[in-house]
């Protein structure tokens, strides 16, 4: 079965600054999908950020990267010019490839403090 | 207005009692997900749904039961809720694989409390 682990429950980044959130998986699937969910305090779950897991390329969306190395079966998020508006849980998740259900399998989740 | 609705918001009851949460979405997605949030857990799937008439069990469904009233409906129900089982809960869509559509899409959620 696939797993999420998502080590770091808490971190912190002063305004401005660079964080990475850590997140490591487990799977015997080549084809797979990977995403990062940011959650603020209104609850709602927000779409960061999506890789395929076929794409050698890092995915990035203005101030969020991602450094996916396969062969670990990382997928650390970076956010660079961290903001106070950065300031929520952010979750790690999974998705087996195509002819699947489509179900996200989730890490624990950490939650990212911005200090001003 | 949101694609994706769940009512109620927050809900307290008491044990032993039923509840029904709702979903409706305006996406036109086929599936349809039931997840529960839990501190240090994450989000864990309870029920999933490709269609009316095809309803499958997540990883924690006991206890809790589902019902696809239409492609746009699916109401999650807790028969007899027990204090476990507060947590927030949240209502997903998605495409099917082969619409190219990868992302789930999440409701605002609702927090359940059992006392």
């Known amino acids: 079965a696939q797993t999420v682990t998502q080590s770091q429950p808490e971190m912190s980044v002063q305004e401005a600054e660079t964080v990475t959130l850590s997140c490591t998986y487990d799977?015997?699937?080549?084809?797979?999908?990977l995403f990062w969910y940011k959650q603020p305090p209104s609850r709602q779950m927000i779409l960061v950020i999506r890789q395929e897991a076929y794409k050698q390329q890092n995915a990035t969306e203005n101030r969020f990267s991602v450094n996916f190395q396969k062969a670990a079966k990382s997928f650390s998020l970076k956010i660079s010019d961290s903001q106070l508006g950065d300031a929520a849980m952010y979750f790690c998740?999974?998705?087996?490839?195509?002819?699947?259900?489509?179900?996200?399998?989730f890490g624990q989740g950490t939650t990212l403090q911005v200090k001003p | 207005d949101a694609d994706v609705t769940q009512t109620p918001r927050n809900r307290i009851t008491k044990t032993g009692k039923r509840i029904m949460l709702e979903c409706s979405q305006t996406k036109g997605h086929d599936r349809m997900y039931w997840y529960r949030q839990d501190p240090g857990l994450g989000l864990r799937l309870i029920y999933y749904s490709f269609d009316v008439k095809d309803i499958n069990k997540g990883e924690i469904s006991d206890g809790y039961s589902v019902s696809r009233q239409a492609q746009a409906k699916f109401s999650l129900s807790l028969e007899s809720a027990i204090p476990n089982q507060t947590a927030l809960y949240f209502c997903?869509?998605?495409?099917?694989?082969?619409?190219?559509?990868?992302?789930?899409?999440f409701g605002p959620g609702t927090r359940l409390t059992v006392t």
């Open positions: 799977t015997s699937e080549s084809d797979y999908y």
């Open positions: 997903a869509t998605s495409g099917s694989s082969g619409t190219g559509s990868y992302e789930q899409y």
């Open positions: 998740a999974y998705r087996r490839g195509s002819g699947n259900t489509g179900k996200l399998i």
